[in-house]
């Protein structure tokens, strides 16, 4: 079946605007997560959805970052104002449910560079 | 602060020969442990994980160790292949809160012919 897929797989912004970061899961998976991976580095906990509830938001790096999932499926990362410490790949994972958090299916990424 | 971290940030292998990359963890509430594997360009890929209850787990090709005493985990990949060459991660489901891993920088390993 297919796995998680996230769009744009690479995107330039410059830097004050505003971006969007999709992210579809796998079909059935309830639970979905961000992260975000600098250069050679491992990857960082932004946030992660059960159903269209995000109940840990403690890893977003500022208010400037926001995310939403819709109808249990298709979840927008947008990062407002962006910062040139922005640049990363954002990633997004998704799982069955929560409770099985210890298999996550990742998705390719979007490499932002913010100019 | 609570922290993911791994001994050796590269490691050369010659092919067939087995790997060992290790992890150190100081969280003593951890619930479970993943090993992930990233090829360049791509996303993290799910290896073999293991319960804090449990001391080795075995897969197809790998083995996890855990070491609660001394709070050290390790990934045992035998036979090493070229297509093993990747970056290979630890995480640790911290115990407070479902679904939030935090990840170690990264091994790289690189298999040589």
């Known amino acids: 079946g297919a796995g998680v897929s996230q769009s744009p797989s690479n995107k330039v912004t410059e830097k004050g605007k505003d971006v969007e970061l999709r992210c579809d899961p796998i079909?059935?998976?309830?639970?979905l997560y961000w992260y975000r991976q600098s250069l050679g580095q491992g990857l960082e906990f932004l946030i992660y959805?059960?159903?269209?509830?995000?109940?840990?938001k403690s890893g977003l790096p500022s208010d400037r970052f926001s995310a939403e999932r819709t109808g249990g499926s298709v979840s927008t990362l947008t990062i407002q104002r962006t910062q040139q410490e922005d640049s990363a790949v954002y990633l997004c994972?998704?799982?069955?449910?929560?409770?099985?958090?210890?298999?996550?299916?990742f998705g390719p990424g979007t490499r932002l560079t913010v100019t | 602060g609570e922290s993911v971290g791994l001994h050796l940030p590269t490691l050369s292998v010659q092919e067939g020969d087995n790997s060992i990359i290790n992890c150190a963890y100081s969280?003593?509430?951890?619930?479970?442990f993943i090993w992930y594997k990233q090829e360049s360009g791509k996303g993290p890929q799910f290896i073999i994980d293991?319960?804090?209850?449990?001391d080795k787990r075995q897969g197809q090709r790998v083995t996890v160790l855990l070491n609660k005493t001394v709070k050290h985990l390790s990934l045992q990949i035998a036979a090493t292949q070229p297509g093993d060459s990747a970056v290979y991660f630890c995480?640790?489901?911290?115990?407070?809160?479902?679904?939030?891993?935090?990840f170690g920088a990264g091994t790289q390993v690189v298999v040589t012919p």
């Open positions: 995480a640790e489901n911290l115990g407070d809160s479902w679904g939030k891993l935090q």
């Open positions: 969280n003593s509430a951890s619930d479970y």
């Open positions: 293991i319960r804090s209850n449990m």
């Open positions: 079909s059935g998976h309830t639970a």
């Open positions: 959805f059960q159903g269209n509830s995000a109940p840990d």
């Open positions: 994972a998704s799982s069955l449910r929560v409770e099985s958090s210890y298999e996550q299916y």
